[in-house]
């Protein structure tokens, strides 16, 4: 059974560009879930969306965005890149989409900004 | 706002020692405790979830406890082993939905 897939898995951006990151959940699972690791400020909530829609929502920038799509597969979106923007985005994934659920995480998307 | 802290933050210890690593939270009202293990530049790997009604897990040499009232979870590796080395994270989840508050980890260096 294959798990959370996440791509691209390295990238390099300039500022002021833009990123879209995307998130593949284990099959089944409806909802997904993506956290921005920084080594100062370490593993940070970003947003969650199950069903299509957005469950929650951390304390980030507008600039931060995502969507879900039918199947579950999730993006989600950086506009206007800055340099503190440069981090490891991790997406995870949950059967329940319930409050008890185990999340399974995939490797990650790890993003730099020059 | 839940806190989670880990103590301590960087751990070493010879092959075959039994340990004892430790997450504090503020907020006792939580749905449940994660336990990650992370690997150098890799993503995390679940090791065990306590629910909130129950005190404790077992997988393997991994034994994990819950004390809901006190605000901490222990994550206890039995026989440690040099693959055991990475860095280990606990996650509280509090309110609805999957958002999860991650400690800091605790790096852990099993050495032969």
């Known amino acids: 059974k294959a798990g959370v897939t996440q791509t691209p898995r390295y990238l390099i951006k300039t500022r002021g560009q833009q990123v879209t990151l995307s998130c593949s959940p284990i099959?089944?699972?409806?909802?997904v879930s993506w956290y921005q690791q920084t080594p100062g400020q370490g593993l940070q909530f970003l947003f969650e969306?199950?069903?299509?829609?957005?469950?929650n929502k951390g304390n980030f920038p507008g600039r931060f965005s995502g969507r879900q799509f039918s199947n579950s597969r999730s993006e989600m979106n950086v506009s206007t890149l800055e340099l503190g923007d440069s981090a490891l985005y991790l997406c995870?994934?949950?059967?329940?989409?319930?409050?008890?659920?185990?999340?399974?995480f995939g490797e990650g998307s790890r993003l730099t900004v020059l | 706002k839940q806190e989670v802290t880990q103590i301590p933050a960087a751990l070493s210890v010879p092959e075959g020692e039994n340990l004892v690593l430790n997450c504090s939270f503020t907020?006792?009202?939580?749905?449940?405790l994660q336990w990650f293990r992370q690997d150098p530049g890799k993503g995390l790997t679940s090791l065990l979830l306590?629910?909130?009604?129950?005190r404790e897990q077992t997988s393997g040499r991994l034994n994990a406890s819950l004390d809901k009232s006190s605000g901490r979870s222990t994550l206890y590796i039995a026989a440690s082993q040099p693959g055991d080395s990475a860095t280990y994270l606990c996650a509280a989840r509090t309110g609805g939905g999957n958002k999860l508050t991650f400690g800091t980890g605790t790096q852990l260096k099993v050495e032969l």
């Open positions: 907020d006792s009202a939580i749905y449940n």
């Open positions: 306590i629910q909130s009604s129950q």
């Open positions: 995870a994934s949950s059967l329940q989409g319930v409050d008890t659920g185990e999340l399974f």
């Open positions: 099959s089944g699972h409806r909802s």
């Open positions: 969306y199950f069903s299509e829609t957005q469950r």
